[in-house]
C-alpha cells in the first residue's frame, strides 16, 4: 500500500510552510490543492464518519493513477484570494484551475492539506494504514492576531468546515454574540481535535514556535530543511500583549477547562 501525506492543522498555523517543507524533500511525491471536491463531497454529505479516511485515500490514489495516464492532471482548487503565505488560497464561490505535472522521475505518493476540513477527521485519518498525518497548532498569542488580521471565518470565531462536522459546535458558537468567546470555543475545539491521535512531536504534532525556531519535522521527514523556507520575519509576527493572552487564557479556562489543560501541556517547555 502507498502511503500518502496529510497536512492539517489550526487556522494559519503554519500548515502551507510544513507542505512547502515535505513537498520540497520529496521529489516523487504529487502537491496536491486543497481539493474542491472534498469539500463537494462534505456539503453534499456524500460520507459519513468513518467513511472519508477511505474517500480521501481513493482520491489520492485516482489523481496518481490519472497522472500517469496523462502525465498531469487538473487541479480543481478554491480561488486565491490573496491571503499571505497561502499557498492554496481561501475560500470562494469561485475556483480556478493549474495543471500539475507528473514528476519527472515518476510518482509515488501524494501530498494533500487541508485546515478545518481535516481536523475534525484526525482520529480517522490517523488510523488509516495509507495515510501519515501531520498537525500544526500555534499557541493563541500568535495565532489569534493572524486570524484577526484577514477576512476569514476565524475572525469572528466561526469555522464552516469544521462545523459542517459538529452541531455541538455551532450550537456553542451561535450561544454567545461575543467574538472572543466564539474564538475561545472555536480555538479549543480545534486544538482537542487535532491532539486527539497524540500530543506530541513523535506522533506528528507540531509546534509553529518550533518551526520558525527551525526545528526538525519527526520521522520519517526528519531529513526535511526548515529553515530555507521561513522568511526573516517569521519568528517576529504580531503577539497578543501578555495581558490580552492572559484574558484569552481565562476566557478558554472558563469555556473549555479541557482545552486550557490540554494547550498547557502541548507548549510547557522541551
Given at each position: ?28 511525491a504529487m502537491l496536491l490543492g486543497e481539493p474542491v ?35 498531469s492532471y487538473l487541479d480543481r482548487r478554491l480561488q ?107 480555538y479549543g475545539f480545534l486544538l482537542r481535535e487535532i ?76
Amino acid at each position: 500500500m502507498r502511503i500518502h501525506d496529510i497536512i492539517t492543522g489550526l487556522p494559519r498555523s503554519g500548515t502551507t510552510l510544513v507542505t512547502r517543507i515535505v513537498a520540497a524533500a520529496r521529489p516523487d511525491a504529487m502537491l496536491l490543492g486543497e481539493p474542491v471536491y472534498l469539500l463537494e463531497l462534505r456539503a453534499s454529505r456524500a460520507f459519513e464518519r468513518g467513511e472519508f479516511a477511505a474517500a480521501l485515500y481513493g482520491y489520492c490514489e485516482e489523481r496518481l493513477a490519472e497522472a500517469e495516464r496523462q502525465g498531469s492532471y487538473l487541479d480543481r482548487r478554491l480561488q486565491n484570494l490573496g491571503i499571505p503565505d497561502n499557498y492554496h488560497g481561501a475560500s470562494a464561490a469561485t475556483v480556478d484551475f493549474r495543471t500539475v505535472p507528473m514528476p519527472p522521475g515518476g510518482c509515488s505518493s501524494v501530498i494533500c492539506k487541508h485546515n478545518a476540513l481535516f481536523i475534525p477527521l484526525v482520529r480517522e485519518i490517523s488510523a488509516h494504514p495509507g495515510l501519515r498525518l501531520l498537525r500544526v497548532v500555534r499557541h493563541p498569542a500568535g495565532a489569534l492576531p493572524s486570524w484577526g488580521r484577514w477576512q476569514i471565518p476565524v475572525r469572528e470565531g466561526r469555522s464552516p468546515d469544521a462545523e459542517s462536522w459538529s452541531p455541538e459546535l455551532v450550537q456553542r458558537l451561535d450561544a454567545t454574540a461575543d467574538c472572543t468567546e466564539r474564538q475561545a470555543i472555536l480555538y479549543g475545539f480545534l486544538l482537542r481535535e487535532i491532539a486527539a491521535p497524540g500530543a506530541t512531536w513523535e506522533s506528528g504534532l507540531l509546534r509553529y514556535e518550533d518551526l520558525v525556531q527551525g526545528a526538525p519535522l519527526p520521522p520519517p521527514h526528519a531529513h526535511c530543511p526548515t529553515l530555507p523556507f521561513l522568511k526573516p520575519s517569521a519568528g517576529n509576527t504580531p503577539q497578543l500583549s501578555p495581558q490580552q493572552t492572559a484574558g484569552f487564557l481565562q476566557t478558554l479556562q472558563r469555556l473549555d477547562p479541557t482545552a486550557a489543560a490540554l494547550l498547557e501541556e502541548i507548549f510547557k517547555p522541551r
